[in-house]
């Protein structure tokens, strides 16, 4: 799937405030939620936190291209400490770098590598404002706090993946669609992502 130049510059214009309102999410998080369920099957909330940190850590490899080869296992396991506190200062960290990187980044179709094939820097910046999105909500679910709902970012994250579900692209990383609890547009796009 394509995306449009101009929705792609809008995701990556998302990031910063997307990324604020999940480190926000994790901040209003008690210390004893990190154990909890969470509406992402079979993750707790600490490994919806730390799939995250390690998604985020990546970004500055790939954006420069970068890929399995040099950054080999680095960022596998767990990325964020033994503590709540440790787990925010991770992060922080990976946030920082994640936003530097794609401040830095001027075409939305330069070309990113990943081990299943090569994809634009819009259609990697579409997936990192949608892992954002849900997963801010997904841990928010988790830990019994509410979540800053961005309106832009949840219609972008939407209007990116409502055709993926469509075409069955998105097969194999959600869970089916289910029914929306409402018509709010943040209950839309988790019920379409099998929330």
């Known amino acids: 799937m394509t995306t449009a130049p101009s929705t792609s510059r809008q995701a990556i214009d998302l990031l910063p405030e997307s990324a604020r309102a999940f480190a926000v999410v994790l901040e209003r998080l008690p210390d004893d939620a990190w154990g909890r369920p969470t509406p992402c099957s079979e993750w707790s909330v600490k490994d919806v936190v730390n799939h995250v940190v390690a998604e985020h850590e990546w970004v500055p490899h790939l954006l420069r291209g970068e890929g399995v080869e040099q950054v080999g296992d680095r960022y596998d396991g767990d990325r964020l400490g033994g503590s709540p506190a440790a787990a925010r200062r991770a992060w922080q960290m990976a946030m920082l ?14 070309p ?30 988790g830990g019994g706090v509410s979540v800053p709902v961005l309106p832009d970012a949840v219609g972008v994250a939407f209007a990116y993946e409502k055709p993926r579900v469509a075409q069955g692209e998105a097969a194999g990383l959600f869970a089916p669609p289910r029914r929306p609890r409402s ?13």
């Open 97 to 110: 770098g994640s936003l530097q990187a794609w401040a830095q980044v001027e075409e939305v179709d330069q």
């Open 112 to 141: 990113v590598a990943f081990s299943g094939g090569m994809q634009t820097a819009g259609e990697y910046a579409h997936q990192m404002l949608v892992d954002l999105t849900v997963h801010a909500w997904d841990v928010a679910q």
């Open 183 to 195: 018509d709010h547009p943040m209950d839309q796009l988790v019920a379409l992502l099998g929330r």
